[in-house]
């Protein structure tokens, strides 16, 4: 039976759990349940950030391929639903901190990447599976994220790559004992959960566009957002908190 499990333990953090046994595969409604989720933080300005991990020991499997024959789908038409999911996820207001805390296989790598920041257990261990199964996966997100060089090494080999070479690699920024994941990510979570949302909102944004502009485009886009920023009232509360040495309180305005 799979479901997807979401809850607020953490105000301002919503966690989103992937709950198909055995291995977390996504298939076609538990993928329609993930974009319905997006959809939704993206409309609730109470979720500040989002905390993406999975059940058992593993993070995501990928497509669920057995379910896809069973369906006599056609691998393009899984594929599509897949990839709207992932670019709703990748495309989400707020930030997402994937807690891979087992593996990530496939399309589970990719929904990996498709998050802001990664942080792993220490038992995890990622795999770019295309080439295994005669398909072809991550070749954009992955040699941006870590580069050409190890990006190859990946994906042409599908091979697994452990939490110590993914740190290395810099496709995560931490990793912990598995009993301590989900504590470091809700409390990376919470962290940013307390900084001005907008501010956050526009960072996001523009950072997710930094590969794709020249310098003058970077220079109007931030100009614009800054305008913004710049005249809102966040940004008089921190200020005013600076001045008198107090934490500033932000209400999205």
Same mark, same amino acid.
């Given at each position: 039976?799979?479901?997807?499990?979401?809850?607020? $333990?953490?105000?301002?953090?919503?966690?989103?759990?992937?709950?198909?046994?055995?291995?977390?595969?996504? %298939?076609?409604?538990?993928? #329609?349940? /993930?974009?319905?989720?997006?959809?939704?933080?993206?409309?609730?300005?109470?979720?500040?950030?989002?905390?993406?991990?999975?059940?058992?020991?593993?993070?995501?499997? @990928?497509?669920?391929?057995?379910?896809?024959?069973?369906?006599?789908?056609? @691998? #393009?038409?899984?594929?599509?639903?897949?990839?709207? /999911?992932?670019?709703?996820?990748?495309?989400?207001? &707020? $930030?997402?901190?994937?807690?891979?805390?087992?593996?990530?296989?496939?399309?589970?790598?990719?929904?990996?990447?498709?998050?802001?920041?990664?942080?792993?257990?220490?038992?995890?261990?990622?795999?770019?599976?295309? &080439?295994?199964?005669?398909?072809?996966?991550?070749?954009?997100?992955?040699?941006?994220?870590?580069?050409? %060089? *190890?990006?190859?090494? /990946?994906?042409?080999?599908?091979?697994?790559?452990?939490?110590?070479?993914?740190?290395?690699? %810099?496709? &995560?920024?931490?990793?912990?004992? *598995?009993?301590?994941? /989900?504590?470091?990510?809700?409390?990376?979570?919470?962290?940013?959960?307390?900084?001005? $949302?907008?501010?956050?909102?526009?960072?996001?944004?523009?950072?997710?566009?930094? !590969?794709?502009?020249? *310098?003058?485009?970077?220079?109007?886009?931030?100009?614009?957002?800054?305008?913004?920023?710049?005249?809102?009232?966040?940004?008089?509360?921190?200020?005013?908190?600076?001045?008198?040495?107090?934490?500033?309180? !932000?209400?999205?305005?």
């Amino acid at each position: 039976m799979s479901n997807l499990n979401i809850s607020k $333990p953490v105000d301002g953090v919503t966690v989103i759990e992937i709950d198909a046994p055995p291995a977390n595969a996504l %298939g076609h409604e538990i993928r #329609s349940r /993930m974009i319905e989720a997006f959809e939704l933080i993206d409309l609730d300005y109470t979720t500040r950030a989002v905390v993406l991990t999975g059940t058992g020991k593993s993070f995501c499997a @990928g497509d669920d391929l057995k379910e896809a024959r069973q369906r006599g789908e056609t @691998g #393009s038409k899984s594929l599509g639903q897949f990839g709207k /999911m992932l670019n709703k996820l990748e495309g989400l207001r &707020v $930030p997402v901190i994937g807690a891979i805390n087992g593996h990530a296989i496939g399309g589970g790598l990719e929904l990996a990447l498709c998050c802001d920041i990664r942080i792993a257990s220490t038992k995890a261990w990622l795999l770019g599976a295309g &080439v295994n199964v005669g398909l072809m996966a991550s070749v954009y997100r992955l040699p941006r994220l870590i580069g050409i %060089g *190890p990006a190859k090494s /990946m994906l042409l080999t599908g091979g697994r790559v452990n939490a110590a070479e993914a740190l290395r690699f %810099g496709l &995560v920024t931490a990793i912990h004992e *598995p009993d301590a994941l /989900m504590a470091e990510a809700l409390k990376l979570a919470a962290r940013i959960a307390t900084r001005a $949302p907008l501010s956050v909102e526009a960072s996001k944004r523009m950072i997710s566009q930094a !590969f794709d502009l020249d *310098p003058a485009g970077s220079d109007r886009a931030s100009g614009q957002e800054l305008k913004v920023l710049s005249r809102s009232k966040d940004h008089k509360a921190a200020l005013m908190a600076f001045a008198n040495k107090e934490e500033p309180k !932000f209400s999205r305005q």
